[in-house]
């Protein structure tokens, strides 16, 4: 049974940082595609970052380019995402997900392009 665990949401105040953290336990994800996405209130899940193939090639929602960065260790069989400048507007569920392949450059962004979900972790950018 493959299992996604988000960690290292939290509270902070604008300007401030955090790191999550996805462990994946059933599967080693290797090459394949891992991705983050988030989820406020009334709002549809929105793709944030995404790395995959061989050389680890990353992509970012326009939204984060330059704050956020997206790593693997697939030794550890975990994804992070680091989050600098953040901002009231990254206030969501962070989910963790993964695919069962590389995905193309074109559906990368696409939820329905991934297999696996965590449950998600909370970020909230308040003062």
């Known amino acids: 049974q493959v299992q996604l665990v988000e960690s290292g949401g939290g509270l902070v105040q604008p300007g401030g940082s955090l790191r999550l953290s996805c462990e994946v336990s059933?599967?080693?994800?290797?090459?394949?595609?891992m991705g983050w996405f988030r989820q406020s209130p009334g709002k549809e899940r929105e793709f944030v970052a995404a790395?995959?193939?061989?050389?680890?090639?990353?992509k970012y929602a326009d939204s984060v380019k330059g704050r956020f960065s997206i790593s693997r260790d697939t030794a550890k069989n975990t994804v992070y995402l680091q989050m600098n400048s953040l901002k009231p507007e990254d206030t969501a569920v962070y989910y963790c997900?993964?695919?069962?392949?590389?995905?193309?450059?074109?559906?990368?962004?696409?939820?329905?392009?991934?297999?696996?979900w965590g449950q998600g972790t909370q970020v909230t950018v308040s003062s």
């Open positions: 790395i995959g193939g061989n050389l680890g090639i990353t």
């Open positions: 997900t993964s695919a069962r392949m590389v995905i193309i450059a074109a559906r990368i962004t696409s939820p329905d392009s991934y297999d696996y």
């Open positions: 059933g599967r080693t994800f290797g090459s394949t595609t």
